[in-house]
């Protein structure tokens, strides 16, 4: 069973920049789709961006061309790089693994402030 963990979540101003990693406990082998997700309170959980096993990425609208998604294989970590941060990007940040069964980590709290 995989375990994911993420990290790099905290306060930022606005326009400001963080990334947030997510580690998996094992190799992810296989077809599998990695992505961010993010629920602030009062909202609906939202998909911000997933990656492929073949590379392929997508995006929420509301983060296109400030975050990106990416990932390093030998060390099992995806990554999200947020840049350009607005106090709307404030959300519990939780990384999924879908493939044969799906995974979930516990959450990283970004914060912006105005």
């Known amino acids: 069973q995989v375990q994911l963990v993420e990290s790099g979540g905290g306060l930022v101003q606005a326009g400001g920049s963080l990334r947030l990693s997510c580690a998996a406990s094992?190799?992810?082998?296989?077809?599998?789709?990695m992505g961010w997700y993010r629920q602030a309170p009062g909202k609906q959980r939202e998909l911000v961006a997933s990656?492929?096993?073949?590379?392929?990425?997508n995006y929420a609208d509301s983060v296109k061309g400030r975050f990106t998604i990416s990932r390093d294989n030998a060390k099992n970590t995806v990554y999200l790089q947020m840049n350009s941060l607005k106090p709307e990007d404030t959300a519990v940040y939780s990384c999924?693994?879908?493939?044969?069964?799906?995974?979930w980590g516990q959450g990283t709290q970004v914060t912006v402030s105005s």
């Open positions: 999924r693994l879908t493939m044969r069964l799906d995974y």
């Open positions: 094992a190799s992810i082998i296989g077809i599998y789709t």
């Open positions: 990656i492929t096993s073949g590379g392929s990425t």
